[in-house]
T-cell receptor, first 113, second 113 residues
Framework: SAVISQKPSRDICQRGTSLTIQCQVD?????MFWYRQQPGQSLTLIAT?????????ESGFVIDKFPISRPNLTFSTLTVSNMSPEDSSIYLC??????????FGPGTRLTVT | KQEVTQIPAALSVPEGENLVLNCSFT??????LQWFRQDPGKGLTSLLL?????REQTSGRLNASLDKSSGRSTLYIAASQPGDSATYLC????????????FGTGTRLQVTL
């Protein structure tokens, strides 16, 4: 299994500002993902974070709004840019190694006022 | 496009009861299926992973079955306890090593004293 930590655990931000969320894994992993969970909803994949190259974004998500970095096999960041109240969600980092289970971090609860 | 449905959306049972949560998916070409538990405002905890070639997996009081041809999975919880109260999510992974998880909308379970 993989142990995943995220920082911050929660934050309250003003509209128009940006927040960077960090994800740290205790072992090297091939695949890292970022998900969003809006209030009362299930999880939606934002992007796959690729080590050493640009992230692969899902339909409806763009790099300008959600820039992602992945400098190595244990760390990634997601930035939520120019925030609006609609960005209020839980943001979750997730990892998977090969054909194995997928694991999730504890999430970052973001409230935009 | 894969769609995952979970029934019921919410369930309340008295402590000690055995219960079954249902998950159905529209595309039977899956790589595996995973059941997760999510406590309010928290991340996801992986409960069971069933590979497409398997019929069931067991962990403690939990048993998950998979009928790939009919697009169904069930999560059986024996002798439920108040600590089992949470939202349970199933997610299916499509074929291919880079494929993503598609989540159901979840079943919110409450186990009462």
């Amino acid at each position: 299994s993989a142990v995943i930590s995220q920082k911050p655990s929660r934050d309250i931000c003003q509209r128009g500002t940006s927040l960077t969320i960090q994800c740290q894994v205790d072992s090297q992993v091939t695949m890292m993902f970022w998900y969003r969970q809006q209030p009362g909803q299930s999880l939606t994949l934002i992007a796959t974070a690729n080590q050493g190259s640009e992230a692969t974004y899902e339909s409806g998500f763009v790099i300008d709004k959600f820039p992602i970095s992945r400098p190595n096999l244990t760390f990634s960041t997601l930035t939520v840019s120019n925030m609006s109240p609609e960005d209020s969600s839980i943001y979750l980092c997730s990892v998977r190694q090969g054909g194995a289970e997928q694991y999730f971090g504890p999430g970052t609860r973001l409230t935009v006022t | 496009k894969q769609e995952v449905t979970q029934i019921p959306a919410a369930l309340s049972v008295p402590e000690g009861e055995n219960l079954v949560l249902n998950c159905s998916f529209t595309d039977s070409a899956i790589y595996n299926l995973q059941w997760f538990r999510q406590d309010p405002g928290k991340g996801l905890t992986s409960l069971l992973l069933i590979q497409s070639s398997q019929r069931e997996q067991t962990s403690g009081r939990l048993n998950a079955s998979l009928d790939k041809s009919s697009g169904r999975s069930t999560l059986y919880i024996a002798a439920s306890q108040p600590g089992d109260s949470a939202t349970y999510l199933c997610a299916v992974r499509g074929t291919g090593t880079a494929s993503k998880l598609t989540f159901g909308t979840g079943t919110r379970l409450q186990v009462t004293l």
